[in-house]
């Protein structure tokens, strides 16, 4: 069974970083993609970046390049998430996503997600 439980939230002061984990679990290979996803308050959950777990190759909506980092320890099966300048508009739920055997997020395609995590809060606010 697969599981995806992020971790690393918390309230942050703007101008400040903050690094997001997403450890996966159930996977039987690592043809799978990892997804990051925020859903701010009133609004759209929007994709925010994704990464191959088998070669690392990753991609980020022109949105968050420069800011959001992503990164991936395939030995501990787990997905990083590092976010810097924290601005108050970054205030969201961040959830992980996978897709298995396709790597539609890559192209820019998010809506392709086979399983989710609960996601986890960050609040950017001083």
């Known amino acids: 069974q697969v599981q995806l439980v992020e971790s690393g939230g918390g309230l942050v002061q703007p101008g400040g970083s903050l690094r997001l984990s997403c450890a996966a679990s159930?996977?039987?290979?690592?043809?799978?993609?990892i997804a990051w996803f925020r859903q701010a308050p009133g609004k759209e959950r929007e994709g925010v970046s994704c990464?191959?777990?088998?070669?690392?190759?990753?991609h980020y909506p022109q949105s968050v390049q420069g800011r959001f980092t992503i990164s991936r320890d395939n030995a501990k099966n787990t997905v990083y998430l590092q976010i810097f300048s924290l601005k108050p508009e970054d205030t969201a739920v961040y959830s992980c996503?996978?897709?298995?055997?396709?790597?539609?997020?890559?192209?820019?395609?998010?809506?392709?997600?086979?399983?989710w995590g609960k996601g986890t809060l960050v609040t950017v606010s001083s």
């Open positions: 996503a996978a897709e298995t055997y396709i790597s539609n997020c890559l192209l820019g395609d998010y809506s392709s997600m086979h399983y």
């Open positions: 990464v191959r777990m088998r070669d690392g190759v990753t």
């Open positions: 159930g996977f039987t290979s690592d043809h799978y993609t």
